[in-house]
């Protein structure tokens, strides 16, 4: 198995510790909300600095760069055995508004300098190593998580359904990627489906974005699990009118029925009786939006989780059901109730769990098995090739804000197990 393999380095793996965390501090400066907080949104002209950034950051790491229709983009170092499938790391560069300059960028920047460590330690892949910059991981722009590495895993229906697909803007998919210099000559987007069999194996560094590895003082993470996450948009509309003149008995408040569900959400959520059971009503639009009119049209998002599958479905249905039965009390009109992704959790590959696990030992860092409440590319990639998660720890187990923060030693701790792990699935 692969763990077995011992990989024989001419000098010991080093990570430049100067250099890293440079990057990560140069990248977040891309960013359209001011330090210490980072904005970095699908194909805006931050976003494409980034992807400029990361490139010519892989060039000067001697791979060779490509990217396809949508903007995931590959850095490639040839194996000795090309013709074999690949090892395949990576994660994100675009952020979520007012958010933290770790979350996904770990991943890319910390992939390339474990390529730089590789070579500077005389390595030699077998099979060729490559690490994807994915499009999009974040739902902000167009609503839906994780959109270039579900195209890379072959969804055919969000192919189709992103040709239809228009931003808060009305800007459509098409028109703002190539605008950022993508889907230039087609607008069929399955030339980005991978081919089954591209990768022998796929592994992402991330931060943890929870307490558990700080709090218990472990080093790395190894993920066994990714959570199943599920994403649902309503709209409810009521006749409005004004705030002074219209009185109770009279309205039908589109607000307090948005405000009414969001309550509901939380209560199907406990009502589930797990801690694992998790569920957030993130965005909560109100139209018009003035102080004296009452809405006459409600948008509300709701994120839930759970690693069991079964149980957030329950939920779905429960949410799903309050609506209507709020709709109905209230005589408001449920004009959307649209599930935009309903995903099933992911396992990680046991013999890419071993090879983590054996290569945290060589490198004497304290590690331990978990989940991963977050949902991250991997969840998608574990669709076309065995997967695994490394997490480090970061300040608080914070994330999605600007005080997310990890230190150079766990960084430099989580690339050198990426590195030894790479090397030994590649050489497997
Ligand atoms: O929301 C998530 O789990 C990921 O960080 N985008
Ligand atoms: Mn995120
Ligand atoms: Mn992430
Ligand atoms: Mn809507």
Known sequence: THSSISVSLSVPLSIDNQTLPKQIDELSTFSDA??????????????????????????????????????????????????????????????????????????????????????????????????????????????????????LAGDVTLAKALKATVDGQNISFLDAARSAGYAQDQDDLSSVFLKKG?????????????P??????????????????????????????????VLMPKRNDAGLAAAELALAVERHILESGSLDTVGTVGILELHPGAIN?????????????????????????????SANTIAKNRRVNLSEFMIVNQDPPALSGKSIIEAMEVASKELNLTHKLMISRAYHDSLFMARISPMGMIFIPCYKGYSHKPEEYASTEDIANGVKVLALTLAKLSLS
């Open 34 to 151: 001011p330090d210490p907080a980072v904005t970095r949104v699908l194909y805006t002209d931050k976003d494409v600095l980034g992807r400029r950034y990361i490139k010519n950051l892989m060039g000067l790491a001697g791979l060779s760069v490509r990217e396809d229709a949508v903007g995931n983009i590959f850095g490639r170092w040839d194996g000795y055995e090309p013709d074999l499938p690949a090892v395949a790391t990576g994660s994100h560069i675009d952020a979520i508004p007012y958010s933290g300059k770790y979350d996904g960028v770990v991943g890319v920047l910390g992939a390339i300098e474990a390529i730089n460590a590789l070579r500077r330690s005389g390595f030699k892949p077998r099979r060729s190593l490559e690490i994807i910059s994915f499009t999009s991981e974040e739902p902000t722009r167009f609503g839906i998580g994780c959109l270039g590495s579900r195209l």
């Open 198 to 210: 591209t990768y022998s194996a796929f592994v992402e560094l991330h931060i943890e974005q929870g």
């Open 212 to 245: 558990i590895l700080e709090e218990e003082g472990v080093a790395i993470g190894i993920v066994t699990a990714i959570a199943a996450p599920a994403s649902i948009k309503v709209d409810f509309e009521g006749s409005g009118g004004h705030a002074g003149a």
């Open 293 to 321: 009119s009452i809405p006459r049209k409600a948008h509300l998002e709701i994120d839930t989780r759970d690693i069991d599958e079964k149980r957030r479905n329950t939920v779905i249905e429960k949410i799903h059901q």
